[in-house]
T-cell receptor, first 112, second 115 residues
């Protein structure tokens, strides 16, 4: 049973660029959430997607956007990258109730 | 609003000793509570969860936690630490119902196990 998979595992981008991160949910799950984990901190909720729509959003600027596809996979897009966007980005999947989340290995984004 | 406080950013124990990681939460509605473990350069692995059934929950790798509503606590314990338990541990809370699906995490506790 495949768990949550994320790609790429590492990424280096320059300030001002745009980035797309990808996530495939655990088999049987239809809901995907994204979290940002800065160094030495706990994860912070970015948003959650269900039925291809953003169901809930955390306190992140509009530069952060996402998408969910009919196969439930998801993308996180970040525009106009800032140095402060450097972090581990975690994808979590769950059933539609959205309460019990299983996480992927994360994508380490470094902005230089 | 929800919040999680993990007391002690760093806990150090000897191999074979009791592990106790503390978590207190604040929630205006009945919560679900979780403990996750994170090994270096990896994602989060679910250790155990409280979802309003038994208040004493058992998880993987010999860990367990007890939900105490009166104390708003969900402390994580393991009777005997193993070297492989060295990692960062996160406590998290989410609403058990309604339209708020956001997991709120504590800042984490780094567990060191000494030989």
């Amino acid at each position: 049973d495949a768990g949550v998979t994320q790609s790429p595992t590492h990424l280096i981008k320059t300030r001002g660029q745009q980035v797309t991160l990808r996530c495939s949910p655990k088999s049987g799950h239809d809901t995907v959430s994204w979290y940002q984990q800065a160094l030495g901190q706990g994860p912070q909720f970015i948003f959650q997607y269900y039925e291809e729509e953003e169901r809930q959003r955390g306190n992140f600027p509009d530069r952060f956007s996402g998408h969910q596809f009919p196969n439930y996979s998801s993308e996180l897009n970040v525009n106009a990258l800032l140095l402060g966007d450097s972090a581990l980005y975690l994808c979590a999947s769950s059933l539609r109730t959205g309460r019990v989340a299983f996480f992927g290995q994360g994508t380490r984004l470094t902005v230089v | 609003a929800q919040s999680v406080t993990q007391l002690g950013s760093h806990v150090s124990v000897s191999e074979g000793a009791l592990v106790l990681l503390r978590c207190n939460y604040s929630s205006s509605v009945p919560p679900y509570l979780f403990w996750y473990v994170q090994y270096p350069n990896q994602g989060l692995q679910l250790l155990l969860k409280y979802t309003s059934a038994a208040t004493l929950v058992k998880g993987i790798n010999g860990f367990e936690a007890e939900f105490k509503k009166s104390e708003t606590s969900f402390h994580l314990t393991k009777p005997s630490a193993h070297m492989s338990d060295a990692a960062e541990y996160f406590c998290a809370v989410v609403n058990s119902g309604g339209s708020n699906y956001k997991l709120t995490f504590g800042k984490g506790t780094l567990l060191t196990v000494n030989p």
